[in-house]
C-alpha cells in the first residue's frame, strides 16, 4: 500500500498544490505503480470486505479521499472495471454517508 500511496501523491497531489501535471514519463511509471498496486488490494478484497479486515476502518477512510481523485477526478473509473472487487469496494465507500459527506466538503473547499 506505501506504493499506491505515494504513486497516488505524485500523480494528483502535485496538480492540488499547483505544480501542474507530473512529467509524462513519470506519470506512466507511476500509473504502472498504481495498477500493479490495485492488483494487490483488488486480490486482497477478494477475500475480505473492507481494506484491513471484515470492518470499515481507518485504512479504508484514509484512502477513500485518494480514490475518489483516482477514480473520479481524474477519470480514471475504467480501473473499478478492471479490478472488480475494488470496485465492490469503491462502491460500498460512496454508499456511506460520512464517506459522501468528506466528499462533499471536499468538493466546496472547506477541506482538502
Not at 62 to 84: C, I, R, S, T
Amino acid at each position: 500500500m506505501i506504493i499506491l500511496d505515494n504513486a497516488l501523491k505524485l500523480i494528483l497531489g502535485t496538480r492540488a498544490l499547483g505544480f501542474g501535471p507530473p512529467d509524462p514519463v513519470e506519470l506512466a511509471r507511476y500509473f504502472k505503480e498504481i495498477k500493479k498496486a490495485l492488483t494487490v488490494l483488488d486480490k486482497t478484497l477478494g477475500t475480505r470486505e473492507y481494506m484491513a479486515g471484515p470492518r470499515y476502518s481507518l485504512v479504508d477512510i484514509y484512502y477513500a479521499p485518494w480514490m475518489k481523485a483516482l477514480f473520479n477526478d481524474a477519470g480514471h473509473k475504467e480501473l473499478l472495471v478492471e479490478f472488480p472487487n475494488v470496485g465492490d469496494w469503491w462502491g460500498k465507500m460512496c454508499d456511506r454517508p460520512q464517506v459522501q459527506k468528506v466528499f462533499e466538503l471536499m468538493g466546496s473547499g472547506t477541506i482538502v
